[in-house]
């Protein structure tokens, strides 16, 4: 079952309900971890434009809204290309 990951490099909207809503930044890297049942979870390290924040933050897929995709990347749980 493919699902889609953003790729680096795409900019993004903050839509959690924590202190980074609504910031946009760009995905500096992305961690997919697949379980037993073959759910994929994916996580974005985003650098965060307008704050005083050094250091990029991860947030889960569903905490970020795709604003500009570089390119589409499918990731294949079954092995298969």
């Known amino acids: 079952m493919p699902t889609n990951v953003l790729p680096v490099g795409s900019l993004v909207d903050a839509t959690n309900y924590g202190p980074f809503r609504g910031l946009r930044g760009t995905i500096q890297a992305v961690n997919t ?3 037993e049942s073959d759910e994929l979870f994916c ?3 985003v ?3 307008g704050t005083q924040l050094q250091m990029p933050i991860w947030f ?3 905490e970020v809204e ?3 995709v570089v390119a589409s990347l ?3 749980l079954q092995g298969n290309t």
């Open 33 to 35: 971890i697949a379980d």
């Open 43 to 45: 996580f974005y390290l």
């Open 47 to 49: 650098a965060l434009e």
């Open 60 to 62: 889960e897929h569903h």
């Open 66 to 68: 795709a604003v500009e």
């Open 74 to 76: 499918s990731v294949d």
